[in-house]
T-cell receptor, first 117, second 118 residues
Framework: SQTIHQWPATLVQPVGSPLSLECTVE??????LYWYRQAAGRGLQLLFY??????ISSEVPQNLSASRPQDRQFILSSKKLLLSDSGFYLC????????????????FGAGSRLTVL | AQKVTQAQTEISVVEKEDVTLDCVYE???????LFWYKQPPSGELVFLIR??????QNEISGRYSWNFQKSTSSFNFTITASQVVDSAVYFC???????????????FGQGTILTVHP
């Protein structure tokens, strides 16, 4: 069966410090990977998605970046955190290669709660 | 552009009451998919249901039921005989099936916080 892991679960960082959140998926190959952010405990916003190694698409301009160094590894980073980067970050994966990708069910990780002080 | 609206920010009910969570969506596509996810206090989103735009049959799964009406662009979710364990944030989401280039990206509503009191 497939599993998705995210870490760290919680993180408190000062403004201006770097960030690295990691997400890995097990039990599948070549998944689509996603980073979502949930601010103030509410609606989710898609930040990045990836359909393959080294292929990253950004949905919104921001202080963050993403990388996919391995097939099942997705990393969210920042060189200098801002207060507005605080939030709950969720990684998700879906099966790729289906004829109609909009049907893909996203499976989410447990999330990483980031507080920037 | 796609948009999903969940007008109810918070709903509070007493156990065993029925409750309906509303979802209205906007899309230009004729083929699309609608989803409901549940986010319990632990934070992890749990998939509940997926419907495609060509299937307007209502669906029932235990105490959960979904009413999809294309004419009003709505995909409402009803919990019958609610229980305390149903307390969570519920999200409605939309994905377009644009010939395989949407890559499964979901547009979420703002969520409805459901609190079921004993």
């Amino acid at each position: 069966s497939q599993t998705i892991h995210q870490w760290p679960a919680t993180l408190v960082q000062p403004v201006g410090s770097p960030l690295s959140l990691e997400c890995t998926v097990e039990g599948t190959s070549n998944p689509n990977l996603y980073w979502y952010r949930q601010a103030a405990g509410r609606g989710l916003q898609l930040l990045f998605y990836s359909v393959g190694i080294g292929q990253i698409s950004s949905e919104v301009p921001q202080n963050l970046s993403a990388s996919r160094p391995q097939d099942r590894q997705f990393i969210l980073s920042s060189k200098k955190l801002l207060l507005s980067d605080s939030g709950f970050y969720l990684c998700a994966w879906s099966v790729s290669g289906q004829g109609v990708s909009g049907a893909n069910v996203l499976t989410f990780g447990a999330g990483s709660r980031l507080t920037v002080l | 552009a796609q948009k999903v609206t969940q007008a109810q920010t918070e709903i509070s009910v007493v156990e065993k009451e029925d409750v309906t969570l509303d979802c209205v969506y906007e899309t230009r596509d004729t083929t699309y998919y609608l989803f409901w996810y549940k986010q319990p206090p632990s934070g992890e989103l749990v998939f509940l249901i997926r419907r495609n735009s060509f299937d307007e049959q209502n669906e029932i799964s235990g105490r959960y039921s979904w009413n999809f009406q294309k004419s009003t662009s709505s995909f409402n979710f009803t919990i019958t005989a609610s229980q305390v364990v149903d307390s969570a944030v519920y999200f409605c989401a939309l994905s377009e099936a644009d010939g395989g280039t949407s890559y499964g990206k979901l547009t979420f509503g703002q969520g409805t916080i459901l609190t079921v009191h004993p």
